[in-house]
Each structure stands twice: as structure tokens, then as C-alpha cells.
């Protein structure tokens, strides 16, 4: 898979979301700390 250069050039399959969004939820459940947050 190449570089993407444009925004909406490669979507994210909704497994690949809920995936991702149970790992943010484990980590804060395990460690209090919420990654969303602290990103921004």
C-alpha cells in the first residue's frame, strides 16, 4: 500500500473503527488515562 496524499483517499473498514476504539477503552478502564483527551 502506497502513501495516501488526499484526504478520503483510503477508508477505514468499520472493524478496523471498533477495533481501535476498544483498545482506547481498555487502556483508560486499565489506566484511568484517556488517549482521545490527552491528544488533544
Not at 7 to 34: C, H, K, P, W
Amino acid at each position: 500500500m502506497g502513501l495516501i496524499t488526499t484526504i478520503g483517499e483510503v477508508t477505514f473498514s468499520r472493524a478496523t473503527r471498533f477495533n481501535f476504539q476498544n483498545r482506547v477503552l481498555d487502556y483508560q478502564l486499565q489506566t484511568g488515562i484517556n488517549l482521545i483527551e490527552a491528544g488533544f
